[in-house]
């Protein structure tokens, strides 16, 4: 029996906030991780991503409530070159001069609405790296990849391009958030069974890959995670924590999510 490693649990904003809701967000946050935290001995290591346009504004928010130490903030997205004639585009040492210390790469809505390739995401992983920003590199199949069987298979391919691109040692760098396209936004959500499967040929993949079998690449699960799943998807042996989409827009629901991301750390779990 061993400890599992450290859970991340980071929050996707997506296109939602205003400098109003900051505030009282981060204000909120800050008493509800401070008497639920008192005595954990372990923590999650928790990240928000924002819209881009709220990185300065979220981290003196952050300063301002003491939680400067306890959460990393992250961008949901770089452009692939560090400079040039790229119209409404951010760098990654842009993004870092504004105090984002990780980044999205390749979520779901951005190869389905701005048609990101497995290429353009190796990439970008590539520049996030050059940046010296942690990479979330997102993966995941739609509903007919999963009903025609082919659900591993499209991961698998989306993981072997970054890992061209970047080597083993790139990789060990970055974390990888599996997030099944037909359980984003839908309120529909993968059993934990079907989550841990997914997870469990990742790892295996990885291990491949990069010859490490000690989970030190965490595993995101990223498929609608709420306070009344997220208990149960953290106890699985090699989901490494969660991706939060919509749930993280509320302050109480994302800390009862940390919450159950600390309390997965005090859990005894079978090594492999």
Known sequence: MQKSPTKVVAGNWKMHGSLEMLAEYVSVLARALSSQRSEATDRAMVVLFPPIGYLVPLSEQ?????????????????????????????????LRDLGARWVLIGHSER???????????????????????TPVI???????????GDAERVVERQIQAVAQALGAEGLQQCLIAYEPVWAIGTGRTATAATAQSMHAAIRAQLAGLTGETDNRI?????????????????AQRDIGGGLVGGASLDPQEFAAIIAAGDGALSADVTTR
């Open 218 to 234: 965490p595993v995101l699960y990223g498929g609608s995670v709420k306070a009344a799943n997220a208990a149960e998807l953290f």
């Open 138 to 148: 997102c993966v995941g199949e739609t509903a007919e990849q999963r009903d025609s």
């Open 62 to 94: 952050l300063r301002v409530c003491g939680l400067q130490d306890q959460i990393v903030i992250g961008a949901q997205d770089l452009h692939p070159e560090s400079q040039g004639a790229f119209t409404g585009d951010m760098s990654g040492a842009m």
């Open 111 to 133: 190869r389905q609405y701005h048609a990101e390739d497995d290429q353009l995401v190796a990439r970008k992983a590539a520049a996030a790296l050059a940046a010296e920003l």
